[in-house]
């Protein structure tokens, strides 16, 4: 069998489509793990044979709690591939299901494939700079998966399948949420944005980033993004806007970075951009080994210009 | 790991701020502050004045590293390690030591070392400063020129002649503080490069310093400046490589992008040959001012190798940045890369403390014994 | 307050180059060094050593060079280090076992620290399996903790949101490099680090199980970045004008 659990619906769905051509090389049956209250038959529509509808205590989503229902669903070791969202969720979740079934854990593949009736994944390492080929010779092999690496499949009204019921009793942690505060959300989504234009530490003050809206506002689906200083360190963006390793992604058509040096950590999670241009006022600055295009100068000096001139060129 | 150690606090708290201290001439003030609780400012300090007791070695390793992105702050850090700590740890009493070494392993005072006077470089003997004992205390007239950290110094290794008739046996050795009455700063220097060490003329006016802070014995001043010199002269050679080795790597990185002809430079032979000689005379550079530091931990001949290592290492940073600005062309001759600062900082190291010239004297006078 | 920090050696990433010819990282002659993120781990650690007292071990399983690279994080304010030479598989699974042994052979811990991944591989997976293999409760991606001596709140962003958990103790918490700036350690320190005590244990001796990796990496290849690198560094007015001429001929200015 292959599973596939999120706590994020969105996520389960795309995993849903992964899962489902792995069900195909393997000749499994795709079942999907539902905990907590929800649409069950969604997933059926979507590609699930089967979901497992699980009754617990638990409220919310806790790495513990969930991982022993896991497990205690996959008990009968007849499993071949567990599939994970890679969110922060997934990401705890994920080796400490695989740690209880002692088995191969793979986070945040980039390709999952099927050869030679072996599961091979991909994953990025270094930074970025190469691509590590793995082959569980583990079972069941459990994979988390990034958001919006797959897209699900379209919703078929006519698909069927089993809602199994369960009810899975685990024993508390001594551990618990004692509280949850929603972050002032900016409706910020720079992983989807078609132009980002991205702030670093060369901006003196928090209200200069303004000059960076404004050249974005000339782009359509542009969003403002940053390195980590200035979202972790200067709390100057909410965490949104944050673009690396340990941030966010991105894939946009222009990344135009300004004043920011270029650590590695924030150009892994560019790598994926068409077009990279940067702005420094340091010639050396690591981010013009990463640049399609670059200039060197003061923001303040190049950005007023810079808007001019794109805004120029549009009309 | 005192390397590594050395090398993050550089890479994160002198390399930002160099280009600046450099073009505005501003003293490290800030950087040697940082430095003082990491033992930056007592590395061979003994521990119970607050030291951290190292090695000549380890100072060495210090020295390159800080040098290696601020050659200026490289000196002033090798001046008050070496040429105002070290004649204290070996001449001074119990209350100097107590009292002085304390203030400077904790970089509550910064230290300089006023031997050279406007007619007497290398020929300390002609020095014209004197000091004269008037019951408990000293007074001391004259003038002193090029003085590392001059205007900035708390403490001070000042040399005058208590006896005018005994040529360079007359020097004395004096511990001054900078608020001693009849001490004056005069004129900081406008130089060519090191631009963030203040380097200035002091006067010094019926100076009165107590009797306690003769260091040493009366007449010892020669012998004190020629010691603290041959230690001196390892941390000169220790920046020069600094500034070679940094020379080296920006050449490296540059060469490896700059691409003419379709191709990196790096890809050209002209180009290869130059780094490899840079890099293979750093290493040999770097073994003889290992040398000579062990010479000082182990006991042997600190002046000859001293003068080796100083002689070989500062002309090896002068051609290093010279090669480093020829490989990065026009682009080398702008205070838009690093290579042209190091080649205005390089030329010093072949001139203070001992010219290349007095370092041969020094080698061939041993040779010829 | 018994605390345990691990710690792994990695490549420095940022020196890594790709073979031209080959295709692979070129890992030789790269500097090896303490992951930075646990350098956080170990931060954190002293923080709340010194405000709840207690003692404050390293552990590391790895290559046996490494112990060089373990005196940084004596001299940082660790108490005793662990060294556990390993250079069998570095597959997740076998070294959160060893480590996961080695803990139970130190015996006493009331917290366990790591960083939330390395930054070699940045999988994250090593502070869950050691808290599922000694069934411990975990607080992973905490940007902020609260230590006291009964209960640990440890703060983590999670999608917009900012969790709050809590734990008593035994807990295993991983930090992101947010939590902390971690101190350089004095040459004193760096003196003194070489009188602290470190143990150096047999990895058979401390796990059961045999050692049988659950992946095996088939090929590591490099991944280009082709970048086109065209630096302007004239006149400012021109500059831009070439760069918005070139921008549009891309495509990207629609």
Redesign the interface.
């Known amino acids: 069998m292959v599973l596939v659990y999120s706590e994020d619906k969105d996520i389960t769905l795309e995993l849903l489509s992964k899962g489902s051509e792995l069900t195909e090389s393997l000749d499994e049956e795709l079942s999907a793990v539902l905990i907590g209250e929800d649409d069950p038959d969604q997933y059926i529509r979507h590609g699930a044979d089967n979901v497992f509808v699980v009754k617990t205590d638990q409220e919310t989503f806790k ?2 709690e969930y ?1 022993d229902i896991l497990v205690e669903l996959m008990k009968e070791g007849e499993d071949e591939v567990l599939l994970l969202g890679a ?3 997934g ?10 079934l ?7 593949c980039t390709a999952l494939y099927v050869e030679n009736e072996d599961i ?1 994944t991909e ?16 079972k069941p092999a459990v994979v988390t998966v990034p958001p919006k690496l797959f897209d699900p499949l379209p919703e078929d009204e006519e698909r069927s399948g089993e809602l199994i019921e369960k009810e899975i009793e685990v024993s508390p ?11 002032e ?1 900016v409706g910020v989504d720079v992983e989807s944005a078609e ?1 980002i234009v991205s702030c670093g530490r060369g901006f003196d003050n928090k209200e200069d980033i303004e000059i960076a809206q404004e050249l974005a506002n000339n ?2 689906g542009n969003a403002v993004g940053c390195s ?1 200083p200035i979202s ?2 200067l709390n100057w963006l909410p ?2 806007h944050w673009i690396g ?2 941030g966010h992604k991105v894939k946009p ?2 990344y135009i970075a300004v004043g920011i040096s270029g650590q ?2 924030h ?1 892994a999670g560019i ?1 994926d951009s ?5 702005i420094n006022k340091d ?2 600055a690591l981010i ?10 003061d923001l303040y ?2 950005l007023p ?2 808007i001019e ?2 805004k120029e ?2 009309t | 790991m005192i390397e590594n150690m050395v090398r993050e606090f550089a890479e994160k708290e002198i390399e930002p701020v160099a280009d600046e201290l450099d073009k505005e001439s501003k003293y490290p003030t800030e950087i040697l502050e940082k430095m003082a609780p990491l033992g930056l400012l007592g590395i061979m300090i003994p521990e119970k004045y607050g030291g951290a007791g190292l090695d000549a070695v380890s100072f060495a390793i210090v020295i390159e590293e800080i040098s290696k992105k601020c050659a200026a702050t490289g000196v002033v850090t090798e001046v008050h390690n070496s040429l105002v700590s070290w004649p204290i740890i070996e001449y001074g009493t119990e209350e100097q030591k107590e009292k002085y070494l304390s203030i400077l392993a904790k970089g509550e005072e910064i230290g300089a070392f006023a031997g050279t006077e406007p007619n007497a470089g290398s020929d300390l003997g002609s020095m014209e400063t004197t000091a004269e004992l008037d019951g408990d205390h000293y007074v001391i007239n004259g003038q002193k020129t090029f003085i590392t950290s001059g205007s900035e110094a708390g403490v001070l290794i000042v040399f005058a002649k208590t006896d005018k008739e005994k040529g360079h046996r007359g020097i004395s050795a004096f511990l001054v503080e900078s608020d001693m009455d009849g001490f004056q700063v005069g004129d900081i220097y406008d130089k060519m490069g090191i631009n963030a060490n203040h380097v200035s003329e002091l006067f010094f006016d019926d100076m009165k310093v107590p009797k306690e802070n003769l260091l040493g014995e009366e007449g010892d001043g020669y012998k004190i400046a020629l010691s603290a010199l041959d230690r001196g002269r390892i941390g000169i050679a220790a920046q020069a490589i600094g500034i070679a080795q940094r020379a080296l790597e920006e050449s490296v990185e540059y060469s490896q ?1 700059r691409e003419q002809f379709g191709r990196p430079i790096s890809k050209f032979q002209a180009i290869q040959w130059k780094l490899a000689d840079m890099a293979t005379r750093i290493e040999a550079a770097r073994l003889l001012v290992y040398r000579s530091a062990m010479a000082e931990d182990k006991g042997g001949n600190v002046s000859k190798y001293a003068a080796m290592a100083k002689l070989f290492a500062s002309e090896l940073a002068v051609d290093a940045a010279n090669e480093a600005i020829q490989i990065h062309g026009g ?1 080398g001759y702008t205070d ?3 290579v042209e600062r190091l080649y205005r900082d390089a030329k010093i190291t072949e001139i203070y403390e001992g010219t290349s010239e007095v370092q041969k004297m020094v080698v061939s006078r041993d040779l010829l014994r | 307050m018994e605390i345990i920090v691990c710690a792994k050696q990695i490549v420095d ?2 020196d ?1 180059k ?1 073979d031209d010819k080959t295709n ?2 070129i890992l030789k002659g790269v500097d090896d060094k303490i992951s930075d993120i646990d350098k956080n781990a170990v931060e954190e650690g002293i923080k709340i050593k010194d405000e709840l007292g207690g003692n404050l071990t390293v552990l590391l399983v790895g290559p046996s060079e490494a112990t060089e690279n373990i005196k940084e994080l004596l001299a940082m304010g660790a108490d005793r280090a662990v060294m556990v030479p390993w250079d069998g598989s570095s ?3 076998v070294v ?1 076992k060893i480590i996961a042994g080695a803990i139970e052979k130190i015996g006493d811990h009331d917290l366990i620290l790591c960083g ?2 390395s ?11 050691i ?3 000694l069934d411990l ?5 905490a940007q902020s903790l609260d230590a006291e001596d009964e209960k640990i ?1 440890g703060h ?13 103790y035994p ?1 295993l918490v991983t930090v ?3 939590i902390n700036e971690p101190r350089l350690p004095s040459l004193m320190d760096i003196l003194g680090a070489s009188n602290k005590p470190m143990d150096v244990w047999d990895a058979e001796s401390l796990v059961s199980d045999d050692l ?12 280009p ?1 082709e ?7 004239d006149d ?2 021109e ?3 070439k ?2 001429e ?3 001929k ?1 495509g ?3």
């Open positions: 790495a513990e991982s969110d922060k969720n990401q705890e979740l994920a080796p400490r299901v695989a740690s209880k002692d088995t191969g854990c793979v986070s945040e091979i994953r990025v390492i270094y930074s970025g700079k190469a691509l590590a080929v793995e082959r569980f010779d583990s942690y001594p551990s618990k949420i004692v509280d949850i505060k929603e972050k959300s132009t782009f359509e980590r972790a360190d965490e949104e390793l340990s058509r222009l590695i950590q150009i790598r068409d077009i990279i241009l940067a010639e050396d013009f080994e990463s640049a399609d295009y670059g200039i060197v100068g000096e190049v210009k810079l001139a794109v060129k549009k | 992008q682009y838009e890369y690093v | 990433v940022s890594i790709i692979e990282p597959s997740y699974d959160s939330e991944a930054l070699d591989l940045f999988s994250g997976q090593t502070g869950p399996r808290a599922a293999l409760p975990q607080i992973t991606y709140v983590k962003d999670v999608g917009g949101k900012v969790v709050s958990i809590e734990s008593t807990v992101t490099k947010e049988q990796p659950g992946l095996e990496t088939v090929e590591i290849k490099g991944v970045m970048r086109k690198k065209i630096v302007f560094h400012l007015d500059s831009i004008e760069v918005v070139k921008l549009a891309e990207v200015l629609g």
